[in-house]
């Protein structure tokens, strides 16, 4: 062997001996250090409050996301009632603001108002007939108004009557007098 092969040779040696040290030696070192290290201890668990069911007892109270059926009250005459049995005419199905007078029509001697509801259909009334949503009878129609009283029924159950008149409107009006 030359010299230049022997001087790789012990070169070689000498390089794998400094690698050949203990492998992860600062990783055991840290471990070792760090379980001499006083942790701290962990907190306990909060106390669990025990679980009190509530019980719901307003079932005999009045809804207040469904809409009441209105009925008589009892005990009393009934005088100004409405006939809760009656079959509904198409205009009651709409708020009486809602509702346009737009004309009159006269036939036979009798005096007939037009209505226009919301959905633009045009309906002919008269005396006799009801509109809106308060059991409102037409007492009379003119050419400038409709006359109507509605049946109200207040906060005690009791029934009044109250007058309204659906004013002639002209084109972009909108008006219900009292």
């Known amino acids: 062997m030359s010299g230049f092969s022997r001087t790789a040779l012990l070169l070689a040696c000498v ?5 050949s040290g203990e492998q992860h030696g600062d990783l055991r070192k ?12 962990i907190p306990p668990l909060p106390e669990v409050k025990a679980y009190e069911p509530y019980t719901y007892s307003a079932f005999d109270l009045v809804d207040p996301f469904k809409p009441r059926k209105i009925e008589p009250p009892k005990g ?7 006939d809760l049995n009656r079959r509904r005419e198409p205009l009651e199905a709409y708020p009486l603001e809602s509702l346009r007078m737009v004309g009159t029509l006269e036939q036979k001697k009798q005096m007939f108002a037009l209505v226009r509801a ?3 259909t045009l309906f002919r009334v008269r005396a006799g007939n009801y509109l809106g949503q308060n059991f409102g009878r037409i007492v009379g129609v003119s050419e400038s108004a409709v006359k109507l009283k509605e ?4 906060s005690g159950g009791n029934w009044e009557e109250k007058e309204q008149a659906l004013l002639l409107q002209e084109e972009g009006q909108q008006e219900v007098k009292k």
Do not use: R, Y
């Open 15 to 19: 390089g794998f001996a400094a690698c």
């Open 30 to 41: 840290f471990v070792k250090d760090s379980e001499k290290i006083q942790h701290a201890g």
């Open 76 to 82: 009393t005459s009934g005088l100004l009632a409405p």
């Open 118 to 120: 919301p959905d633009n």
């Open 151 to 154: 049946t109200i029924q207040d």
